[in-house]
């Protein structure tokens, strides 16, 4: 099964001015993608973080990661083609 990694990135995260000074959250929280990025860097499981936020669904938890993924892609290509 393919994923449209940018579909569900725009489903799944949402920033706003008005919540949490624009941070990323994912849509319909206030939860931070950097929470859910810290959580899973820390060794929490998809399934720990879901425990942790009820709220929560695995698609979110990996929506966030793909998010992150992304952006951190975009900012090493930003540093690689600096001169």
Do not use: W
Not at 49 to 59: K, M, R
């Amino acid at each position: 099964v393919m994923i449209d990694i940018d579909a569900a990135i725009q489903n799944r995260i949402h920033q706003d001015p008005e919540i949490l000074c624009g941070k990323p959250v994912i849509r319909g929280t206030r939860i931070p993608v950097y929470v859910v990025i810290d959580l899973f860097s820390n060794g929490y499981s998809e399934a720990e973080i879901i425990d942790d936020f009820p709220d929560l669904y695995v698609e979110d938890v990996r929506a966030a990661l793909a998010y992150y993924l992304r952006r951190s892609e975009s900012a090493r290509d930003q540093l690689l083609d600096t001169p």
